[in-house]
């Protein structure tokens, strides 16, 4: 599986970004996907992940209300739309992809060993 990212960039706080994630390798539209991040000095976070089909989804709750999941099967892509960004978003963003087909979007708060090679995201106060 390949993945690789794109969207990342600087913005002022209170704007929006929109991250892409490119996969190849396998059918797409069989597996869930996801987005994490890791912040200079701490661990990789979970963000947000979306079901095979698109249907349902999973957020930290530190981005519920401001980001969103989506993805286009015929594309093989999935997306994620940030909006009202604060500073504390800065990170690089990295794209997860399932390991086994046919999975809730809840079994990406356990990333697999699939992973993009990240796009920074930098939010100036």
């Known amino acids: 599986v390949q993945l690789v990212e794109s969207g990342g960039g600087l913005v002022q706080a209170g704007g929006s970004l929109r991250l892409s994630c490119a996969a190849s390798?396998?059918?797409?539209?069989?597996?869930?996907m996801g987005w994490f991040r890791q912040a200079p000095g701490k661990e990789r976070e979970f963000v947000a992940a979306?079901?095979?089909?698109?249907?349902?989804?999973d957020y930290a709750d530190s981005v519920k209300g401001r980001f969103t999941i989506s993805r286009d099967n015929a594309k093989n892509t999935v997306y994620l739309q940030m909006n009202s960004l604060k500073p504390e978003d800065t990170a690089v963003y990295y794209c997860?992809?399932?390991?086994?087909?046919?999975?809730?979007?809840?079994?990406?708060?356990?990333?697999?060993?699939?992973w993009g090679q990240g796009t920074q995201v930098t939010v100036s106060s």
């Open positions: 390798g396998r059918t797409f539209s069989r597996y869930a």
């Open positions: 979306i079901n095979w089909s698109g249907g349902s989804t």
């Open positions: 997860n992809a399932d390991g086994s087909p046919w999975g809730a979007a809840s079994r990406l708060q356990e990333p697999s060993d699939y």
